[in-house]
């Protein structure tokens, strides 16, 4: 029967992840401490992997229950900051990082999602990893997972498991794990992030020609094809269900496909 194997946080959006074996999910769907805090460049844009490849050399651990991060930045060394009292120090460090002035701003309702219509945890399954990671000589599963950057990982199933995890548009898949019920919405579209190595930035070669070409060769048959105009897709993106009984995700909770719906929310 599918599990929930792994709960992986990024609780600064586009730095480390931190595994965790328990979770609290927050009214608005998203998982607490995911994407909680963002830095933002003098134009009030993200300071991301998309736009500024530079974050990739930034290594980051987090303790979460005290709220604090060990960030190791090239050149300088290890300096430990706690995320709220040491707010105008953690900026300096990332802005002389940077090279511009950049700003530290923190969402505790719902973080910095990708997508803001569709808040709740991105799914992937073990295999899956396994099997996209297979395509790529010299890349481990844990090289992709950190280039994926999923937040719940399945195991006991087999590879794209997760693309029964959405339907026609405008429709949704209810999927309970453990007593929580969420809303199985899309596949999810990639950027530029996971060609490049997540310790160094260095782009992959020919990486999103060979994931695409992969990706439709081994798109299982059952699979709704309207979703892919393009193939450079992979996880799932949710959103938690009005009817959800419970708020809390823990590594082990069962995983059950309920049924697909027509819905409000797209």
């Known amino acids: 029967m599918p599990y929930l194997a792994k709960i992986l946080l990024y609780p600064i959006k586009s730095l480390d992840g931190v595994e965790v074996s328990q979770t609290q999910i927050l009214p608005s769907g998203a998982l607490k401490c995911d994407r909680k805090f963002a830095i933002f460049d003098p134009q009030n844009k993200f300071v991301n992997g998309k736009r500024n490849p530079k974050i990739h050399l930034l290594r980051s651990h987090f303790n979460l229950d005290k709220q604090t991060v060990s960030l190791q930045i090239p050149h300088i060394g290890t300096k430990d900051f706690h995320l709220d009292l040491d707010r105008e120090s953690l900026t300096k460090a990332f802005s002389d990082f940077f090279g511009m002035t950049v700003r530290i701003k923190d969402n505790p309702v719902m973080g910095f999602p990708d997508d803001t219509k569709s808040p709740g945890p991105t799914i992937i399954s073990t295999a899956t990893l396994t099997e996209v990671a297979s395509w790529f000589p010299g890349m481990s599963v844990e090289q992709l997972r950190r280039r994926i950057r999923a937040n719940l990982e399945i195991d006991d199933v087999p590879a794209f ?15 309970r794990i453990g007593d929580t019920l969420f809303l199985g919405v899309n596949p999810c579209q990639r950027c530029i992030v996971p060609v490049r190595n997540p310790e160094t930035g260095q782009a992959y070669e020919h990486f999103q020609k060979i994931f695409v070409s992969q990706r439709q060769k081994t798109l299982p048959p059952w699979v709704n094809k309207s979703r892919f105009n393009h193939f450079y897709k992979l996880s799932v993106n949710t959103r938690i269900s009005p009817l959800t009984p419970s708020h809390v995700l823990s590594v082990g909770d069962r995983i059950e496909i309920i049924s697909s719906a027509k819905t409000d929310y797209l």
């Open 161 to 175: 498991w997760e693309d029964r995890l959405f339907t026609d548009t405008g429709n949704t898949i209810s999927l």
